[in-house]
């Protein structure tokens, strides 16, 4: 029988991931105040232009996901997590000591994002370590649930802060704040001992491209990487077409733009309380397909959406499914990869998404003014249902040969 009450067992009762969650959920508004409040500060004294450059900052960093899992699988996590967050946490209150010109901006944020892309493999890699390997899979969703308030509140809380007594200063300080916190709760895990040896006398680079060769030489985990690539690629499109589709093809101007794009939050939110109680001991397999059928169906209906009350409907449909994508992937992935490679996996499929992202930012902007917005949200749904098509077979084939064995 399916218990139903997963999320209030691991959190209550699993100390060690409850500290890990709650640290994640902290540090991940502490980023989306960071970001916003960069943002502005970039956009207020530097234009388009120096807006432009700090993203790009930020972006190019989180590349090295493979160099950044090395760190994941040779260092202590508990102490690699907190220098990442007492690092971040540096960084931010030297930009809100010095604001600095814009030179020195682009350094302090590139650091930060070195810092961000080591943190996600780190953390993601030890939720097999924390948890058992039914609770996996409500554990990357409360993970998915925490990722949601970076979305949700970082953005929020950044610009009150920013508007009131002290500016972007005070809102720099208060992320500051929520790093330090980050930091204290990390410092509640249990020593755990780094999977791979950090003296087994193979370099940093040596061990980035054993990552590398392990992911294509297994068909699997080689698909799950570039299946996320191409997914992303189509999915996020969606991100340049939305204001278009709202603006131009509905009429709804930037009320009906806030609303769809809220409602993607949305569908994620519900997607990830809904699953901390119903996916344990379910097939991650399975519930990676519903993720990505969803996605791809909300998609072509924000498509031909004749309303904005149907693409905000869309919108719910296709939030949701990132986040069943987003747990699914994970979950699969750590039941795939054995522990010692775990970083340096996940900080591969890290950088996947940011190529994918990367590509459809610079696609999307292409097909909208080429085809217009209904037609490339058509394309994005129908390229995200043909990933479907690609990736089920490839895992179910895993599965069968599990089940066999």
Same mark, same amino acid.
């Given at each position: 029988m399916i218990e139903p009450v997963a999320r209030t067992r691991l959190l209550r009762d699993?100390?060690?991931?409850? &500290?890990? %969650?709650?640290? #994640?959920?902290?540090?991940?508004? =502490?980023? =989306?105040?960071?970001?916003?409040?960069?943002?502005?500060?970039? *956009?207020?004294?530097?234009?388009?232009?120096?807006?432009?450059?700090?993203? $790009?900052?930020?972006?190019?960093?989180r590349l090295a996901g493979p160099l950044a899992g090395v760190l994941a699988d040779r260092v202590p996590t508990r102490r690699l997590m907190i220098s990442c967050e007492l690092g971040s946490a540096l960084v931010v209150a030297v930009i809100a000591v010095a604001l600095p010109p814009l030179p020195v901006l682009l350094?302090?944020?590139?650091? &930060?994002?070195?810092?961000?892309? /080591?943190?996600? +493999?780190?953390?993601?890699?030890?939720?097999p370590v924390l948890v058992e390997p039914a609770d996996r899979a409500p554990a990357n969703a409360l993970f998915g649930l925490a990722l949601t308030l970076q979305l949700a509140v970082g953005p929020g809380l950044g610009g009150l802060v920013a508007a009131g007594p002290g500016g972007i200063h005070t809102a720099l300080v208060v992320d500051v704040a929520t790093f330090l916190?980050?930091?204290?709760?990390?410092?509640?895990?249990?020593? !755990?001992?780094?999977?791979?040896?950090? *003296?087994?006398?193979?370099? !940093? %680079? *040596?061990? &980035?491209? &054993?990552? $590398? #060769?392990?992911?294509? *030489?297994?068909?699997?985990?080689?698909?799950?990487?570039?299946? $996320?690539?191409? $997914?992303?690629?189509?999915?996020?499109?969606?991100?340049?077409?939305? /204001?278009?589709l709202t603006g131009d093809e509905l009429a709804a101007g930037p009320a009906g733009y806030g609303l769809a794009a809220s409602a993607f939050g949305a569908g994620m939110l519900l997607t990830s309380l809904a699953c901390t109680r119903l996916v344990r001991g379910?097939?991650?397999?399975?519930?990676? @397909? !519903?993720?990505?059928?969803?996605?791809? /169906? =909300?998609?072509?209906?924000?498509?031909?959406? +004749?309303?904005?009350?149907?693409?905000?409907?869309?919108?719910?449909?296709? @939030?949701?499914?990132?986040?069943?994508?987003?747990i699914g992937y994970d979950t699969v992935v750590q039941n795939l990869v054995p522990r010692p490679l775990l970083g340096r996996v996940f900080g591969t499929v890290g950088t996947a998404a940011q190529l994918g992202a990367g590509l459809a930012y610079a696609a999307g902007g292409l097909l909208v003014g080429l085809t217009g917005a209904r037609t490339t949200y058509l394309i994005a749904g129908a390229g995200t249902l043909a990933v479907l098509a690609a990736l089920v077979p490839v895992l179910r084939r895993r599965v069968r040969e599990t089940s066999g064995g």
């Open positions: 699993n100390t060690a991931f409850r &500290a890990l %969650w709650a640290s #994640r959920a902290v540090s991940f508004v =502490g980023d =989306g105040i960071t970001t916003t409040v960069l943002v502005l500060l970039a *956009a207020q004294r530097d234009g388009p232009a120096g807006l432009s450059l700090l993203l $790009l900052a930020n972006a190019l960093p350094v302090l944020v590139a650091i &930060a994002g070195a810092l961000a892309t /080591v943190r996600g +493999p780190a953390g993601r890699s030890l939720v916190l980050s930091a204290l709760l990390l410092a509640r895990l249990p020593a !755990i001992t780094p999977p791979r040896d950090p *003296a087994s006398g193979t370099g !940093i %680079w *040596a061990d &980035a491209a &054993a990552g $590398l #060769r392990y992911v294509a *030489a297994h068909p699997q985990v080689r698909m799950l990487v570039l299946s $996320l690539f191409v $997914l992303v690629a189509f999915a996020g499109i969606e991100n340049v077409a939305l /204001v278009f379910r097939s991650p397999v399975a519930l990676l @397909g !519903i993720g990505i059928a969803a996605t791809g /169906v =909300g998609t072509l209906l924000a498509g031909t959406a +004749p309303a904005l009350a149907v693409l905000i409907a869309a919108q719910l449909i296709s @939030g949701g499914g990132n986040a069943a994508e987003n």
